[in-house]
């Protein structure tokens, strides 16, 4: 009786920790939705359907079921729902069920074991909901990113394993965690910072002039830059007080006043104009009218993002330091060899912005399951070699 009722419980623990994870990625495409759109993930606390705002009941928010009985469609307006849904609620759940594979034990045995397994579903929700809102929006929402590493310094202090100390060193843990995060922050940023010396510029030649302006479609939006048949974001242009842009102008008109063929530099907040020996220089607040006709462009370009930066120093306050090193490494194979692939079978233009993220997180998966494993690989082979 007690080994079929052990049964019982362990077969329910497997089940549970998979729905566990839908549940918890239903969620997660609540965050993935909301976040980067400045909307509360608590007001309103039912979701809603995008195109008609109606609140969804209950019995039609059921994990992947509701998806599929409804067949990727509102219920009150027939409106697509995107597959993303129904993907991140099993990808959440498969990730929650692969970590309770690797890391449990005996249910009656279950605080030994429970912190780890749920520090690390954590993570692995923070590595989804980054990853996905990356790959829609280019960023990586500062709650996700300093929220997750103060979260990591906490989990890593509860359950020094995770950074690879022993049981019980508390205050080692932390103190590794908070060294790992500190890693990655200043490894990648060194990283972003040669890539932007190296290949931090793009330039457009035009054989006759062409119209360049800087708009703004509201006062609730940021400026774009218009140039030929592109537009631009203002904030894919500049990043950072120290990135410019540099124009040769065959005339351009600032406000009221009009220059002939001139060089400006466009920075973040001024604009400096280059006629001969003089320049004049305009704070960016004061300028309501900027247009021209140019002959040349030279953009700014960043390698990746601080998003990036700050998204693999919440791994590193989760994993550690080889965590860290390993995911730079595999997430720049994998991208680079996904973007060459993609460039060549013409899904994506050579120079197209690529998200960074989803790289950084599966690059922290692998580690996460197969790292001791590859690492002792590694050495053996190293070692056989010598």
């Not at 065959?250 to 320049?279: H, P, S």
């Amino acid at each position: 009786m007690d080994s079929t009722r052990y049964d019982i419980l362990n077969a329910l623990l497997h089940f549970l920790a998979f729905f566990m994870g839908a549940g918890i990625g239903s969620f997660l495409n609540v965050v993935i939705y909301r976040v980067p759109r400045g909307i509360s993930v608590n007001n309103p606390k039912r979701s809603f359907c995008p195109t008609c705002k109606k609140q969804i009941p209950m019995w039609q928010n059921i994990p992947l079921f509701s998806w599929l009985m409804l067949r990727g469609k509102c219920a009150a307006c027939a409106a697509p729902i995107s597959s993303r849904y129904f993907f991140v609620e099993l990808l959440t759940g498969l990730l929650f069920y692969a970590v309770f594979w690797l890391h449990h034990g005996p249910w009656n045995q279950i605080a030994a074991w429970g912190p780890q397994v749920l520090c690390l579903w954590v993570f692995v929700s923070l590595l989804v909901s980054g990853s996905f809102i990356d790959i829609e929006h280019y960023i990586l929402p500062h709650s996700i990113t300093f929220g997750g590493a103060a979260v990591g310094l906490l989990a890593s202090f509860w359950v020094p394993q995770l950074v690879g100390e022993f049981e019980g060193e508390h205050w080692r843990g932390l103190a590794m965690s908070f060294g790992s995060a500190a890693i990655g922050l200043g490894g990648l940023w060194l990283v972003v910072e040669l890539g932007k010396l190296a290949f931090g510029r793009k330039k457009h030649v035009f054989e006759q002039s062409v119209k360049w302006e800087v708009a703004q479609p509201d006062d609730t939006q940021p400026p774009v830059v218009r140039f030929a048949d592109n537009e631009m974001p203002w904030e894919d242009i500049f990043m950072r007080a120290s990135d410019r842009m540099l124009i040769t102008c065959e005339e351009l008109r600032v406000n009221e006043r009009q220059f002939a063929r001139n060089t400006a530099e466009l920075w973040m907040e001024k604009l400096k104009v280059r006629e001969g020996t003089e320049i004049h220089e305009f704070p960016l607040e004061g300028v309501t009218l900027l247009h021209g006709r140019i002959t040349q462009l030279i953009i700014p370009r960043e390698a990746m993002g601080m998003g990036d930066v700050f998204f693999l120093m919440m791994i590193g306050s989760f994993c550690g330091w080889k965590c860290v090193l390993f995911t730079i490494l595999a997430a720049s194979v994998i991208g680079t060899f996904t973007a060459v692939v993609s460039r060549i079978t013409g899904r994506a233009e050579w120079g197209a912005k690529i998200p960074f993220g989803p790289y950084l997180a599966l690059g922290a998966l692998i580690w996460l399951f197969y790292g001791t494993e590859i690492l002792d690989w590694y050495i053996s082979k190293t070692a056989w070699g010598r």
